[in-house]
Nanobody, 123 residues
């Protein structure tokens, strides 16, 4: 079992930056691929970014490429999402997820989820 806790969300103006953190506890999370997803009001959960267990490979949704960066520090059991050049349409609840088997861009690929952290971008 892996527990995930997100932090770092908040209110930011358009063009600003935030760094989200996802702290993992329980089973050694370093062996898990990790992903970030977001869900805006009235919309389905959407893929943001993912990273393999050793950080060797990353995936990004097209609209996030060049603006968001996913990284991890396995010594701290923490995954980060650096978000730059934020836009009002980035407003959503951001959740991290973990999977021990494979990785991917769909929520069904992940076994464990955090509660999420709210990101609000004002225009």
């Amino acid at each position: 079992q892996v527990q995930l806790v997100e932090s770092g969300g908040g209110l930011v103006q358009a063009g600003g930056s935030l760094r989200l953190s996802c702290a993992a506890s329980g089973r050694t999370a370093s062996g898990y691929a990790m992903g970030w997803f977001r869900q805006a009001p009235g919309k389905k959960r959407a893929f943001v970014a993912a990273i393999t267990w050793n950080g060797g490979s990353t995936l990004y949704a097209d609209s996030m490429k060049g603006r968001f960066t996913i990284s991890r520090d396995n010594a701290k059991n923490t995954v980060y999402l650096q978000m730059n050049s934020l836009k009002p349409e980035d407003t959503a609840v951001y959740s991290c997820a973990a999977t021990a088997t494979g990785w991917g861009t769909v929520p069904e690929a992940y076994d464990y989820w955090g509660q999420g952290t709210q990101v609000t971008v004002s225009s």
